[in-house]
């Protein structure tokens, strides 16, 4: 996964605070019960997500990613900081540059069950099934399964339409289904989520949201707003909100140039065409094949704690869909 985008992202940054419009809710404490309410006039609206102190403390000393594309290492390292909060540890990372100590031990620990794909990079090193430039999704999930409390499990997950559909639907319907699969996770785990936009090129946290009906019973369901925590600003001015249309459809603009959100699939430049710096795996039973010819591609991913350990599939190689069916073939 790859920050860069055509205008040219970089590091210093500028204060900017982003005002969704939207309602304010209180943050839930606690790890199994991520969903409160409130009512205006005649609207219900739903809050999932995380622990916003918990939230502030895993990011604040370790943001913004460093100079390169160290977007998926910085969020894993948040995520960890944030349950290590959850399990009364003290926090594992402390400063930016353990992104690069993580980035230097890529290049000899961590490849996956099938080997790695090549060429070995700077940031993911062996940790890699796709050539990516940086992190691909599977090095993501290894990062912060390797460096979180022990038993704490995290897997890839994919969102194609064809998991659900003989034919595909609109995009904008196949975006919130993604999203609801996305919300769904908090009610087991609210805990952030290292979710991959702009068609592959950045990974942020997703630390929260908002919907106008109960994610338990409507899929999809109606998505008003995502939180959003991004590596490249500073943990203190890191949180943004965007609505729906932002979300999906038009994406937003944080002040470091547009970020497209999810309004394209994985894999895809902002004209559509294939995005070469974001492929499918090269190795593994991942790597499509004519009868399964996309894995990440044309789809949606993020990254999610699960309880998934059963028959050794704990590791984080393996990918499930969205849903949470193993995926056993691209």
């Excluded at 369901?221 to 991004?230: M, S």
């Excluded at 600003?233 to 949180?239: E, L, M, P």
């Excluded at 470091?256 to 895809?268: D, E, H, K, L, P």
């Excluded at 995005?275 to 190795?283: A, L, M, Q, T, Y």
Aim: neutral net charge; contains cysteine; aromatic residues 16%.
């Amino acid at each position: 996964m790859n920050r860069y985008q055509s205008m040219a992202l970089n590091c210093a940054l500028a204060l900017l605070f982003v005002s969704g419009g939207l309602l304010a809710l209180a943050w839930h404490v606690g790890r199994f019960a991520p969903i409160s309410a409130a009512t205006t006039a005649s609207t219900t609206t739903y809050y999932y997500g995380a622990n916003n102190t918990y939230m502030v403390n895993a990011v604040q000393h370790i943001w913004p990613q460093e100079n390169g594309p160290y977007c998926a290492i910085a969020t894993g390292m948040a995520v960890t900081n944030y349950v290590d909060q959850e399990d009364h540890l003290t926090l594992r990372f402390s400063t930016p540059s353990n992104q690069y100590a993580i980035a230097t031990a890529d290049q000899k620990a961590g490849a996956s069950r099938w080997g790695y794909a090549k060429p070995i990079n700077a940031t993911a090193g062996i940790t890699n099934i796709a050539p990516d430039r940086g992190l691909d999704p599977r090095a993501a999930a290894y990062i912060q399964y390797h460096y979180s409390p022990q038993g704490t499990i995290f897997h890839d997950y994919i969102y194609r339409w064809q998991f659900h559909y003989k034919t595909a639907p609109p995009f904008h319907w196949q975006a919130i289904q993604a999203t609801t699969s996305l919300f769904r996770a908090w009610l087991r785990f609210p805990e952030p989520m290292s979710v991959i936009i702009n068609g592959g090129e950045h990974s942020v946290l997703v630390t929260g949201g908002w919907t106008s009906n109960s994610i338990v019973t409507n899929y999809p369901a109606n998505i008003v707003g995502v939180i959003v925590r991004d590596p490249m600003f500073a943990g203190s001015i890191s949180r943004f909100e965007v609505d729906n249309n932002q979300w999906t459809n038009h994406g937003t603009d944080f002040g470091v140039g547009y970020y497209t959100m999810w309004s394209r699939f994985y894999g895809q430049n902002p004209d559509f065409s294939v995005n070469k710096d974001d492929p499918e795996p090269s190795v593994g039973i991942y790597r499509p094949i004519s009868g399964h010819p996309e894995h990440w591609y044309q789809g949606f991913t993020w990254i999610r704690r699960d309880t998934n350990s059963l028959n050794g599939y704990y590791s984080p190689d393996w990918a499930f869909t969205d849903g949470g069916t193993l995926l056993t073939a691209p």
